[in-house]
């Protein structure tokens, strides 16, 4: 009789026989214990036979947690949805007792709960009570449960995938841990394993039941990561013919990226489509936003794959392309050396977009740079961070124009302020240990032109003057006040760096002894920041004020903090804006999406669009009297667009006869203009300046809203 579902608890000589033969199906992650786990899991089997009694019969029993099953009664074949790292270690520690003992009876009885050597006369064929994926699955025949096979795996010196690895490693543990067994001892921890130790073991006759289980089981605490359950829920839902194939691409990027990035690249594409903070566990975001997660073939085709590939180029800066991939590989190298990763969503945004468009990537992510180191240097909490670079995202996938000011790619003149008063405040006071080396690492690089590659174990920022020099010291006469001491003391100005740890002895030298012993490594200084002390002859508050400068103004230039303003001069700025705009009747009108941006004047007469300005290549809204004059202009030379473009440009003024005709046209629709107009550099609209202008003063917007009263009252 067949059961939908069977739970039994089973002890392992009973899991490790004739009963049942384990396969780890293709789609199942690969093996991932460490050393660790191998470690704890025979910690505490010899702890619990430390306190068993006597006779092992007595012993309580022992449980190891569950498995789940594909399963049919009565019949071996098992295929393990949950427990393949279980009985794979656990099949690994039998194969290491059995290899560190010396009766050969032991040995024989161990064999039978590992494969069942097969019969040539009768051409039996070996059977494997345990499977595992295609990948591994000779590797582990042939190291683990063939006799004499573990001794060679430990001395394997080739390099292997990841659960080879984890195996070679794990055996190393057990082995290692054995050895400190008498053979006695060994015997008993065989058999009270064998006869002590039970695990779950949940059958269920077919697929979508045994991921059911999975589930619960996994929600309840198993050991498995989001993606593990994704992987199972997702290629789970492929009809067979698809599983294997699709199982294979999922484990290729995994195994590429490794198992550690792989997780982290579902954090950032929740991140992408998310565009928020966490507020639940990444399985139950990922499956609420990622929408083509409920389709397993566009989202491994479409969303996974790509998505990995990019991440894979990103974090390993390995962008690849006939020109400038060197320049755009460097950025990623600095912003991988940051400690926050909130700027990777953007990234992946752009790059599955913009891959195949060297001089778009560069610009890009010359600019992600600048925007994440600003936001290091000015302490952007991990709030700002997320909510700005998911603003980014979205702007990335909604193609607005990321070169523009308003872009949230860009930094704001406040934000160059705050950026610039950071960077030239006392930072190693207000900075961590960490943020301040980036930071220097990177001006360093910047006075290296680039070429300087950072391989030290480790780094450090030292002070030149001393935080507190010693009285009669040379430092006290360059820079005897206090309060110029305390000025300059935390400042770039008087920071170095050293490719070794700090000596707060070595930190209170003389100048000229601080610059050998101290500053140099066999007379060699890795650092240009370092270099520069080393050619003065005196540290003085002059000397340090001039340093500042030259330091500040190589990092205003290249991360162009040259339109910096305070929150007085971007007002002074508005004001002054504002009343040259209303003087001369200055209007623009801008689309961030498709990057379209107008300028005009209101004559009195006329709404003059000025040369230069962009507008909708086609006509987009419902027929209009607007339209033909849309196409007008066009056939007049008036607006001009190259083949394929989808903005076409002023060549000349043109007059319009009022500000919604000027508005229809660049937008391709009807539209009322005296709302989209706006007075320029603010957010004031033509009718409220309109409003504002004294009764007397033309204005072509005063006759289109003539016009409209007349045609509302003819309506009445």
């Not at 309840?220 to 492929?238: N, Q, W, Y």
């Not at 610039?420 to 001006?443: C, E, F, Q, V």
């Not at 083949?643 to 005709?661: M, N």
Request: with cysteine; aromatic share 8%; charged share 25%.
């Amino acid at each position: 009789m067949s059961h939908t579902l069977s739970a039994k608890e089973q002890a392992l000589s009973k899991v490790f026989s004739d009963d049942y033969v384990f396969t780890i199906p293709g789609y199942q992650r690969p093996y991932s214990w460490g050393e660790e786990q191998a470690q704890e899991l025979l910690d505490d089997l010899l702890g619990a036979l430390r306190d068993a009694p006597e006779k092992l019969a007595d012993a309580m029993p022992y449980f190891l947690g569950s498995i789940v099953l594909i399963k049919r009664d009565a019949v071996p074949d098992a295929t393990v949805v949950d427990g393949q790292q279980r009985l794979t270690t656990l099949t690994l520690l039998l194969s290491a007792i059995r290899a560190s003992v010396t009766d050969t009876v032991v040995q024989a009885g161990i064999t039978k709960r590992i494969y069942e050597a097969g019969d040539v006369v009768a051409a039996v064929e070996p059977r494997y009570l345990l499977s595992l994926r295609d990948r591994d699955r000779e590797f582990f025949r042939d190291y683990v449960q063939h006799e004499n096979g573990l001794l060679k795996l430990t001395q394997l010196t080739a390099q292997l995938p990841d659960a080879q690895s984890r195996l070679q490693a794990n055996a190393r543990v057990f082995l290692q841990a054995l050895e400190e067994l008498d053979q006695a001892e060994l015997i008993r921890l065989v058999q009270f394993v064998v006869t002590r130790c039970f695990l779950v073991v949940v059958s269920t006759p077919d697929l979508d039941s045994a991921y059911r289980i999975f589930g619960v089981l996994n929600s309840r605490g198993l050991d498995l990561s989001a993606t593990d359950i994704l992987k199972a829920e997702i290629i789970g839902s492929f009809p067979e013919k698809l599983r294997d194939a699709y199982t294979q691409r999922w484990e290729d990027e995994e195994e590429s990226l490794g198992r550690t990035s792989f997780g982290e690249l579902f954090s950032h594409i929740r991140m992408v489509y998310r565009k928020a903070k966490p507020h639940s566990t990444l399985l139950k975001e990922f499956r609420a936003h990622v929408a083509s997660v409920t389709e397993p073939k566009a989202f491994i085709d479409d969303v996974l794959v790509p998505m990995a590939e990019a991440y894979k180029a990103i974090i390993d800066a390995a962008y690849s392309s006939t020109e400038l991939a060197e320049p755009i590989n460097d950025h990623l190298r600095w912003l991988n050396r940051l400690e926050f990763k909130d700027w990777v969503p953007p990234a992946l945004a752009f790059f599955i977009r913009q891959q195949n468009n060297p001089q778009a990537m560069l610009s890009f992510f010359r600019d992600l740079e600048r925007l994440a180191y600003s936001m290091l240097a000015r302490k952007i909490g991990v709030n700002g961070r997320v909510e700005r670079f998911s603003k980014l995202t979205d702007a990335v996938e909604k193609l607005e124009g990321l070169a523009q000011e308003v872009s949230p790619l860009q930094l704001s003149p406040a934000e160059q302020h705050d950026t610039y008063d950071a960077l030239n405040g006392p930072l190693y006071a207000t900075h961590s240990s960490k943020a301040l080396g980036i930071l220097l690492l990177r001006l360093d690089a910047l006075l290296a032109d680039a070429s300087a590659s950072y391989q030290h174990d480790v780094i450090s920022v030292e002070h030149v003057l001393p935080q507190q020099p010693a009285s009669g010291s040379q430092w006290k006469e360059w820079v005897p006040e206090p309060e110029q001491h305390q000025f300059w003391v935390h400042r770039l100005g008087n920071l170095a760096l050293l490719s070794r740890r700090k000596n707060s002895s070595a930190s209170n030298y003389e100048f000229a002894k601080k610059k050998t012993a101290y500053f140099t490594k066999g007379r060699v200084c890795s650092f240009a920041l370092t270099t520069q002390v080393l050619q003065h002859e005196q540290w003085t508050a002059e000397v340090m004020e001039e340093r500042q400068g030259a330091l500040l103004q190589k990092l205003e230039n290249v991360w162009r903090l040259n339109k910096r303003m305070n929150s007085v001069e971007q007002e002074l700025q508005r004001i002054a804006t504002q009343a040259q705009a209303e003087a001369n009747a200055l209007f623009e009108l801008k689309q961030a999406k498709s990057g379209l941006q107008a300028h005009a004047r209101e004559t009195g007469e006329a709404f003059v669009v000025m040369a230069g300005s962009t507008a909708r290549r086609q006509w987009v809204g419902v027929p209009h009297n607007y339209a033909s004059l849309h196409a007008q202009l066009l056939a007049d030379g008036v607006l001009v667009a190259g083949e394929g473009d989808e903005l076409a440009t002023f060549a000349h003024d043109y007059e319009f006869g009022s500000p919604s005709a000027a508005a229809a046209v660049l937008l391709g629709r009807a539209d009322n203009g005296r709302k989209s107009w706006r007075l320029q550099g603010t957010t004031i609209d033509y009718a409220t300046w309109m409003s504002s202008q004294p009764a007397d003063r033309p204005a072509s917007g005063r006759r289109e809203e003539a016009v409209a009263e007349t045609v509302m009252d003819e309506n009445l």
